[in-house]
């Protein structure tokens, strides 16, 4: 399997793979671009990576300095969030595009906190990333250790609060343009990070809006693991490459 390491200013980058479509991953909470490789989340999909259907892109994380950071007020932490936001957007996502031979849209694909941004992107920038998927997400910052007061930035980084008062043209594009997968299971560990009911919760906001929104409950032997994520991504992979 081809892999090409390569550092962007503000952090790494890997790829995984020689041609097919491109997947902008996201990692576990503060996590680094190599997990996915770390934790068997690449070999899980391998044969479609070999294959020449998917392409891996894995991102290292923002979030010592932005979510993870409780010392901050939720609205900095939002702030910082934007740090990252605009190095994927105007460094990261450039070099996919050249990779790539030219510009396509970039499917996003994370787990635990790494699914929050999956989804965040795509719901801000469904122009982008008109695909996310979310394998065992908690899609509500304010439940975070979440202290200060809240602000433009806070709320336009909560898909729980932004997401109601969709409405007009916006939404209308949003419905024909983006679609969402949301797996959570029902096992150990799900339920103290929040992630099941959170999952559910998203679910329930985004199709009350009638987006494009498919909930996948595994099992209540299904915890909030690896070996979990490794299982569901190699599931659902193959639906969209």
């Not at 190599?34 to 892109?57: C, S």
């Not at 969402?180 to 992630?195: M, R």
């Amino acid at each position: 399997m081809r892999r090409d390491q390569y550092e962007i200013s503000g952090g790494t980058v890997i790829a995984y793979g020689h041609y097919g479509r491109p997947f902008l991953v996201f990692p576990a909470e503060q996590g680094r671009a190599w997990d996915f490789e770390a934790n068997g989340m690449v070999d899980a999909v391998a044969p479609l990576i070999d294959a020449g259907r998917a392409k891996l892109y894995c991102v290292d994380s923002h979030d010592a300095a932005s979510w993870s950071n409780r010392s901050l007020p939720l609205e900095e932490r939002a702030h910082q969030h934007g740090v990252y936001e605009s190095w994927i957007i105007d460094r990261v996502l450039p070099s996919i595009h050249a990779d790539c031979g030219g510009v396509t849209e970039v499917p996003t694909v994370g787990c635990s906190l790494g699914a929050f941004h999956a989804v965040l992107f795509a719901l801000r920038r469904a122009d982008l990333f008109p695909l996310a998927m979310g394998l065992s997400g908690n899609y509500d910052p304010s439940t975070w250790h979440g202290w200060g007061e809240r602000g433009d930035a806070a709320y336009f980084t909560n898909p729980v609060d932004f997401v109601p008062h969709l409405d007009g043209d916006h939404l209308d594009w949003l419905r024909s343009r983006l679609s969402v997968l949301l797996v959570v299971g029902q096992g150990q560990w799900e339920d103290t990070t929040g992630s099941l009911d959170s999952t559910r919760g998203l679910a329930a906001v985004l199709r009350a809006k009638t987006l494009r929104c498919e909930l996948d409950l595994w099992g209540h032997d299904v915890p909030h693991d690896w070996p979990s994520w490794r299982a569901q991504l190699a599931h659902h992979l193959p639906r969209f490459c």
